[in-house]
Nanobody, 128 residues
Framework: QVQLVESGGGSVQAGGSLRLSCAVS????????MGWFRQAPGKEREGVAR????????YYTDSVKGRFTISQDSPKNTLYLQMTSLQPEDTAMYYCAAAPLYVCYLVAWSKTSSYNYWGQGTQVTVSS
């Protein structure tokens, strides 16, 4: 059974850092397009970053470029999101998700319906 389990969320002050982890079981994360999404109260879920099998299709949404880094540890079957210079507007529930590999090559990579598997989410709260 496929499972994605996020961890690493928490509460930090503006300017702080957090590293989110997504443990993947039931399949090899390196065979999918893996994405990080977030959803703030009252807002739609948005794609934050994505990474493909060999790591060449890395993309970040404009609001996190230069501050967030997506990576994967294939032997550990784990996806990461290193977040630095956090701001109050980064406050949201963060989710990892998996889609077929071709999704990483689409302009519309962040369409949530393209992702077959989702974790339960981990809360990130940034105070000013």
């Amino acid at each position: 059974q496929v499972q994605l389990v996020e961890s690493g969320g928490g509460s930090v002050q503006a300017g702080g850092s957090l590293r989110l982890s997504c443990a993947v079981s039931g399949y090899a994360a390196s065979s999918y397009c893996m994405g990080w999404f977030r959803q703030a109260p009252g807002k739609e879920r948005e794609g934050v970053a994505r990474i493909s099998t060999n790591g060449d299709r890395i993309y970040y949404t404009d609001s996190v470029k230069g501050r967030f880094t997506i990576s994967q540890d294939s032997p550990k079957n784990t996806l990461y999101l290193q977040m630095t210079s956090l701001q109050p507007e980064d406050t949201a529930m963060y989710y990892c998700a998996a889609a077929p590999l071709y999704v990483c090559y689409l302009v519309a990579w962040s369409k949530t319906s393209s992702y077959n598997y989702w974790g339960q989410g981990t809360q990130v709260t940034v105070s000013s």
